[in-house]
């Protein structure tokens, strides 16, 4: 059991100590849930702290049960499995996938207040989250991450089952798993304290996080605004 989301980026920082201080080191968090471990963990490594957006694609009347995520930039990933076990129809994903888009877009601009992606090419990536179920959407932030051109990919969270964390590794350079129980029903009972992270809590991580140590961000020529960000966004499409 771990106390809290921060005590879980504590000793998740433990497991990462070998980054520690290196100057190629970048740590994304999945919000909400997974910034207050992030921002441990960042703390810890003396490393860059940001947030890599994803929204999972629930089931419809069981949205706790993933068939997919999407990550801003356009990727998607769908679990076929769940999809036929649930018989889901080709409407059913479009409509999830659009009600996530539009949430994706909310927080883009309520946590960025127009600050730039951060730039993660050549760069050692360290994706956290406060745990995964069936990862996919870790699977999604792996490949967004992935179209940057990165140095590495590190999916880093305090618990997991074994077979998620065993499937990510296909896709990512490591995989570290604080915690990964046989017995798992889900992320929130291996916290004691597992109250919803809010907006406002993720604003404020991410303002303390970007004053103490400032992430490589994309740099773009004066005037260009808008613009270089929008074809940044179409490259990773």
């Given at each position: 059991?771990?106390?809290?989301?921060?005590?879980?980026?504590?000793?998740l920082?433990?497991?990462?100590?070998?980054?520690a201080?290196?100057?190629?080191?970048?740590?994304l968090a999945l919000?909400?849930?997974?910034?207050?471990?992030?921002?441990?963990?960042a703390?810890?490594?003396?490393?860059p702290f940001?947030?890599?957006?994803v929204?999972?694609?629930?089931?419809p009347?069981h949205?706790?049960?993933?068939?997919?995520?999407?990550?801003?930039?356009?990727?998607?990933?769908?679990?076929?499995?769940?999809?036929?076990?649930?018989?889901l129809?080709?409407?059913?994903?479009?409509?999830?996938?659009t009600?996530?888009?539009?949430?994706?877009?909310?927080?883009?601009?309520?946590?960025r207040?127009?600050?730039?992606?951060?730039?993660?090419?050549?760069?050692?990536?360290?994706?956290?989250?406060?745990?995964?179920?069936?990862?996919s959407?870790m699977l999604?932030?792996v490949?967004?991450?992935?179209q940057?051109?990165?140095?590495?990919?590190?999916?880093a969270?305090?618990?997991?089952?074994?077979?998620?964390?065993?499937?990510?590794?296909?896709e990512?350079?490591?995989v570290?798993?604080v915690e990964?129980?046989?017995?798992?029903?889900?992320?929130?009972?291996w916290y004691e304290?597992?109250?919803?992270t809010t907006?406002?809590?993720?604003?404020?991580l991410?303002k303390?996080?970007?004053?103490?140590?400032?992430?490589?961000?994309?740099?773009?020529?004066?005037?260009?605004g808008?613009?270089?960000?929008?074809?940044?966004?179409?490259?990773?499409?």
């Open positions: 059991m771990f106390r809290d989301r921060e005590e879980a980026g504590q000793r920082a433990q497991a990462l100590s070998r980054f201080g290196r100057p190629d080191v970048l740590v919000p909400r849930g997974g910034v207050p471990v992030g921002v441990e963990v703390r810890a490594l003396e490393a940001d947030l890599m957006l929204r999972k694609l629930g089931v009347g949205e706790e049960l993933a068939m997919g995520a999407i990550a801003s930039g356009g990727g998607r990933v769908l679990n076929q499995r769940v999809i036929e076990l649930a018989r129809t080709e409407q059913d994903i479009e409509q999830a996938t009600r996530e888009q539009a949430e994706l877009r909310r927080r883009e601009k309520a946590y207040e127009g600050r730039p992606q951060p730039r993660v090419e050549g760069r050692c990536v360290i994706l956290v989250d406060d745990g995964l179920a069936t990862g959407t999604a932030a490949r967004a991450v992935r940057g051109n990165p140095a590495s990919v590190i999916v969270v305090p618990v997991a089952p074994p077979e998620s964390c065993e499937g990510l590794r296909a990512a350079d490591d570290i798993c990964t129980p046989a017995r798992f029903m889900g992320v929130g009972q304290n597992f109250e919803q907006d406002d809590e993720v604003r404020e991410l303390q996080a970007w004053q103490q140590h400032a992430p490589p961000e994309i740099q773009q020529p004066a005037g260009a808008h613009a270089s960000h929008d074809r940044l966004r179409q490259g990773r499409k």
